[in-house]
T-cell receptor
Framework: DQQVKQNSPSLSVQEGRISILNCDYT??????FLWYKKYPAEGPTFLIS?????DKNEDGRFTVFLNKSAKHLSLHIVPSQPGDSAVYFC?????????????FGKGTHLIIQP | ETGVTQTPRHLVMGMTNKKSLKCEQH?????MYWYKQSAKKPLELMFV???????ENNSVPSRFSPECPNSSHLFLHLHTLQPEDSALYLC???????????????FGNGTRLTVT
């Protein structure tokens, strides 16, 4: 049973517009959430994170929103740029982080159209 | 070199072969991980080592055998694999084994494994 779900395998957005990637989770014990970005032939790289005590975290063009009651988070990229084309993974971790790594979603392939 | 380095980048092996994947981190972290990425599946955690001791083994078949001789090196020994084990194997490291610590998980570029 998937605890972290990214229901959109792919998303196509025009350059300059906003990209919104969604993620849902089922485990209410998750208290820290991260987004990773992955280019082909490379490992995932950390993009942005949010703690469950917050509902928004912003870093430049990237903003992550967390809705704990809905167990939903989203990543907003604005404006979208061609270099943003990649696979984006949502990930979650339990209380205190712990030594058990992260639980990942399947990823969403974002394609930025020129 | 900096970051997390994995070798080889690509590996093709038969079901009766024995091979090893290598991972090295130059970040001064003290936790290392093996993840498996299969097509259309989430990244799956296989093994976690914190301070060189294994702390997690997510019911991985015994044909996968990890080894962590020190905090900078991690190996994944492979033997009698099955074709369904073909996947991208990713190594990662973090500080204190905590995902919400500074720097969180740092991944290598992975080893693309094909079992024939």
């Amino acid at each position: 049973d998937q605890q972290v779900k990214q229901n959109s395998p792919s998303l196509s957005v025009q350059e300059g517009r906003i990209s919104i990637l969604n993620c849902d989770y089922t485990n209410s014990m998750f208290d820290y959430f991260l987004w990773y970005k992955k280019y082909p032939a490379e490992g995932p790289t950390f993009l942005i994170s949010i703690s469950s005590i917050k509902d928004k975290n912003e870093d430049g063009r990237f903003t992550v929103f967390l809705n704990k009651s809905a167990k939903h988070l989203s990543l907003h990229i604005v404006p979208s740029q061609p270099g943003d084309s990649a696979v984006y993974f949502c990930a979650a971790s339990g209380p205190g982080g712990g030594a058990d790594g992260l639980t990942f979603g399947k990823g969403t392939h974002l394609i930025i159209q020129p | 070199e900096t970051g997390v380095t994995q070798t080889p980048r690509h590996l093709v092996m038969g079901m009766t072969n024995k091979k090893s994947l290598k991972c090295e981190q130059h970040l001064g972290h003290n936790a290392m991980y093996w993840y498996k990425q299969s097509a259309k599946k989430p990244l799956e955690l296989m093994f976690v080592y914190s301070l060189e001791e294994r702390v997690e083994n997510n019911s991985v078949p015994s044909r996968f055998s990890p080894e962590c001789p020190n905090s900078s090196h991690l190996f994944l020994h492979l033997h009698t694999l099955q074709p369904e084990d073909s996947a991208l194997y990713l190594c990662a490291s973090s500080q204190d084994g905590r995902a919400n610590s500074i720097g969180t998980l740092h991944f290598g570029n992975g080893t693309r494994l094909t079992v024939t």
